[in-house]
């Protein structure tokens, strides 16, 4: 009985315990971190196609009651659509050119839009360049990530 009684109980965590406690968590916390950031890259690619797709709806319907396409995305606001939209990644407009005649545009995310290059939804673009738009539009000349014409 006495033996029991010497006996200490030991409480507590070891160096090493806690070590590989905090090691796992950093894992963990890196595999979600990097999940969370290819779905915000998805949710921005999304969010230009729909953009670009309302956009193009607009453009339509103006072409249809005027016989041309407007010369700026502005435009179109607010009777062919609510509001320009802008690139998800901040206050930029859509790149966007009219040629001379009105007959025709070209319509596009920027060239730092892509975030996911591997993104099966922006591969079947246009892949147009910037040929017979007027001078002194949002559309740099460069190519777009996804482009678009009618």
């Known amino acids: ?9 030991e409480t507590g965590f070891t160096l090493i315990e806690l070590l590989v406690v905090i090691a796992i968590i950093g894992i963990l916390a890196t595999t979600v971190m990097t999940s969370l950031n290819t779905a915000r890259f998805k949710a921005r690619d999304a969010r230009r196609l729909s953009d670009i797709y309302q956009i193009r709806l607009g453009l339509q319907m103006y072409y249809d009651s005027r016989g041309r396409y407007p010369a700026d995305l502005v435009d179109l606001a607010p009777t062919y659509i609510g509001a320009a939209p802008i690139d998800p990644d901040g206050p930029s407009a859509y790149q966007y050119c009219v040629t001379l005649n009105g007959a025709n545009y070209h319509l596009g995310t920027r060239p730092e839009g ?22 002194g539009t949002t559309f740099s000349g460069e190519d777009p990530v996804y482009d678009v014409k009618p």
């Not at 099966?120 to 147009?128: S, V």
């Open 114 to 135: 892509l975030e996911m290059p591997d993104n099966g939804a922006l591969i079947g673009y246009a892949d147009i360049e910037n040929d017979g738009c007027m001078g």
């Open 1 to 9: 009985m006495n033996i029991i009684k010497n006996i200490k109980k």
